[in-house]
């Protein structure tokens, strides 16, 4: 399960060192957005690795016996024929 980015916004109250706080703004004028789009962009890149980690354990879970299998952002197996198996 992913983060829905278009669910409700839900306000946080966080203290930030001064300094952070200052290159976040200047970053978010410089992007062209608002400080609460930037951080939220890096929230994101930090928690998703670990929001798929979950979500992969659940599904062996769910799934036990099952091969998993790699999918490429096109939705296609990486291991199936005809594709190049990633090396671990």
Known sequence: MMVDIYSPPKSITI??????VAELQLLA???LLCVDE?????CLAY????IWERS???WLRNHPG????EL???G???????????AK
Do not use: F, H, I
């Open 38 to 42: 930037v951080v939220r962009e890096a």
């Open 72 to 74: 490429g952002m096109d």
């Open 56 to 58: 992969c354990k659940e």
């Open 47 to 50: 928690t998703e690795p670990y």
């Open 76 to 86: 296609n197996d990486l291991a199936a024929p005809g594709s190049e198996k990633k």
């Open 29 to 31: 004028q410089e992007k």
């Open 66 to 69: 099952q091969q998993p299998c």
């Open 15 to 20: 203290t930030l060192p001064s300094d952070l």
